[in-house]
């Protein structure tokens, strides 16, 4: 079975500074997603970048990039300029190619201390 | 609505009652996914729908556990003879066709069995 592990429970930052957390997963499929999404107090999901394991450049979205190494089944999100706004849990998902099902992480929580 | 609605917000409930927790997704998403998140854990993924049909219901738990959507809109989960470790936050999401969309999520409801 597939696992995502996150080993940051916790995690802060000054804000305009960057962060980084950590994500590994486990699985002998060639085809997969992965997947950063951000949930607020609010409990609302939030995607905030996803990466397809067939593409070697390392998806963007603004202030967030990600890490993608897949030999070592590494899938860092990245966060420059921390803003206020971002301070929320982060969980890391996986998404094995023609499932409809999502495999997450326990969750990284970030602080951002203005 | 503008997003993915769920009701009620809060749910608390006596061991043994049953429950139903209801979720609208945003107008014309076709795919419809139940998760459950249970205190200080990541998301896990109950069940799957595209249109009334749930080609994938895997994650239920047990029995007790159901699902139903109607007219490819509303779906409801319902929980029979409610445990105290079915205390967790039921979350909704909705997307156009499926998971390679765009997952848009509801804020969820908090079940407590008391």
């Known amino acids: 079975a597939q696992t995502v592990t996150q080993s940051q429970p916790e995690m802060s930052v000054q804000e305009a500074e960057t962060v980084t957390l950590s994500c590994t997963y486990d699985?002998?499929?060639?085809?997969?997603?992965l997947f950063w999404y951000k949930q607020p107090p609010s409990r609302q999901m939030i995607l905030v970048i996803r990466?397809?394991?067939?593409?070697?450049q390392n998806a963007t979205e603004n202030r967030f990039s990600v890490n993608f190494q897949k030999a070592a089944k590494s899938f860092s999100l990245k966060i420059s300029d921390s803003q206020l706004g971002d301070a929320a849990m982060y969980f890391c998902?996986?998404?094995?190619?023609?499932?409809?099902?999502?495999?997450f992480g326990k969750g990284t929580k970030l602080t951002v201390n203005p | 609505g503008a997003g993915v609605s769920q009701s009620p917000s809060n749910k608390v409930t006596e061991k043994g009652k049953d429950v139903e927790l209801r979720c609208d997704p945003i107008?014309?998403?076709?795919?419809l996914y139940w998760y459950r998140q249970s205190l200080g854990q990541g998301l896990e993924f109950l069940i799957y729908?595209?249109?009334?049909?749930?080609?994938?219901k895997s994650g239920l738990p047990s029995d007790r556990f159901s699902a139903e959507r109607t007219g490819g809109s509303v779906s409801t989960l319902t929980i029979q003879r409610t445990q105290q470790e079915d205390s967790a936050v039921y979350l909704c999401?909705?997307?156009?066709?499926?998971?390679?969309?765009?997952?848009?999520f509801g804020s969820g409801t908090q079940l407590s069995v008391l």
């Open positions: 999401a909705s997307s156009l066709q499926g998971m390679y969309e765009k997952l848009f």
């Open positions: 699985t002998s499929e060639s085809d997969y997603y």
């Open positions: 990466q397809e394991a067939y593409k070697q």
């Open positions: 998902a996986y998404s094995q190619g023609g499932s409809e099902k999502l495999v």
């Open positions: 107008s014309g998403h076709t795919a």
């Open positions: 729908f595209q249109g009334n049909s749930a080609p994938d």
